[in-house]
Nanobody, 117 residues
Framework: QVQFVESGGGLVEPGGSLRLSCEASGSIFSIYRMGWYRQAPGKQRDMVATITSGGSTNYADSVKGRFTISRDNGKNTVSLQMNSLKPEDTAVYYC???????????WGQGTQVTVSS
């Protein structure tokens, strides 16, 4: 099993910044992908950004140039720096860990991000 500790959500005005962090612990293989997904009310959960053990990143088109994902393999931690936030970024953000060796996906409990004036 994998456990997550997520932090950093909250309320911010349009144009502001937030930083999300997620620390994973438990039965984690050495090779895995971590990332962030988000789900707005009434919508499906969508990928925001992912990063592999080797540091390769992937971003949703809607956040490219505004969000930056990073990870610390030694601490099993992934972070998401979110700049120039827009009201449409409002959602619950979920930390995600995918283990290719077992094709298993794990989810954090989610943290609310609200962008509003």
């Amino acid at each position: 099993q994998v456990q997550f500790v997520e932090s950093g959500g909250g309320l911010v005005e349009p144009g502001g910044s937030l930083r999300l962090s997620c620390e994973a612990s438990g039965s984690i293989f050495s090779i895995y992908r971590m990332g962030w997904y988000r789900q707005a009310p009434g919508k499906q959960r969508d990928m925001v950004a992912t990063i592999t053990s080797g540091g390769s990143t992937n971003y949703a088109d809607s956040v490219k140039g505004r969000f930056t994902i990073s990870r610390d393999n030694g601490k099993n931690t992934v972070s998401l720096q979110m700049n120039s936030l827009k009201p449409e970024d409002t959602a619950v953000y979920y930390c995600n860990l995918f283990v290719p060796a077992t094709a298993t996906t794990y989810w954090g409990q989610g943290t609310q991000v609200t962008v509003s004036s």
